[in-house]
């Protein structure tokens, strides 16, 4: 069992990290890889609700394993140094709020993952998406209330990156049009440490339903 349990904890462990070897561009590597674990922490989390508590060590992890290269070294990421820490801190509320989902309804935790993985993709692709196949971009004010609400917003903003002037933003997303009186990019000290408090707090609601659905 014990060997199984740390079967799956790596699996979680390694699939958040998976991208940063397949970038064919270095220099985009840890922005990339990033964006991804904004996506996967809400699913690993729920994931990672069926072994309980333990099940933290995954986000830890990925802190341990990324800020001695995210600390301004990562290709992609030069200059980003203490404020990766707020991105991760960021991870970490994600990963909560997954876990909390997940540990409310233990058997059914998988098919939380999937709903949380599909609504992270939906909410990171549509600020781009009103600007794919020719299509006029959403509106600013639309532009900017999906940028809000996008996981890869929040996370790499958090860890200090200009995400609204990345390519992938910038142009299909119309960010060039956004005024600041619409958005501004989250504030790490701020956005991560309150990204966390709502992951330990879903947690937290988390297990109160699952103890009161066993009792």
């Known amino acids: 069992m014990g060997t199984r349990l740390h079967l799956y904890l790596a699996a979680l462990f390694g699939l958040?990290?998976?991208?940063?070897?397949?970038?064919?561009?270095?220099?985009?590597?840890?922005?990339?890889?990033?964006?991804?674990?904004?996506?996967?922490?809400?699913?690993?989390?729920?994931?990672?609700?069926?072994?309980?508590?333990?099940?933290?060590?995954?986000?830890?992890?990925?802190?341990?394993?990324?800020?001695?290269?995210?600390?301004?070294?990562?290709?992609?990421?030069?200059?980003?140094?203490?404020?990766?820490?707020?991105?991760?801190?960021?991870?970490?509320?994600?990963?909560?709020?997954?876990w909390g989902a997940g540990r409310a309804s233990v058997p059914c935790s998988v098919t939380t993952a999937a709903v949380l993985l599909i609504v992270g993709l939906l909410l990171a692709a549509l600020p781009s998406l009103g600007g794919l196949g020719g299509i006029a971009p959403w509106s600013p004010a639309m532009a900017a209330c999906f940028l809000d609400f996008s996981p890869a917003s929040l996370v790499l903003e958090s860890a200090g990156i200009d995400w609204m002037r990345h390519p992938a933003v910038y142009g299909p997303a119309g960010a060039d049009s956004i005024d600041p009186l619409l958005r501004l990019p989250w504030v790490g000290m701020w956005a991560g440490p309150g990204a966390l408090l709502l992951g330990c707090l879903t947690s937290w609601m988390g297990i109160q339903c699952r103890a009161r659905s066993a009792a």
Request: hydrophobic residues 55%.
């Open 16 to 98: 958040g990290l998976v991208v940063y070897p397949l970038c064919s561009e270095p220099r985009q590597a840890g922005v990339s890889t990033l964006i991804w674990l904004s996506l996967w922490a809400a699913p690993a989390g729920a994931l990672a609700s069926r072994v309980g508590l333990v099940g933290w060590v995954v986000p830890v992890g990925w802190l341990l394993a990324l800020t001695p290269v995210i600390g301004g070294q990562l290709p992609g990421l030069e200059g980003v140094r203490f404020e990766w820490f707020y991105g991760a801190l960021a991870l970490g509320g994600l990963f909560g709020v997954g």
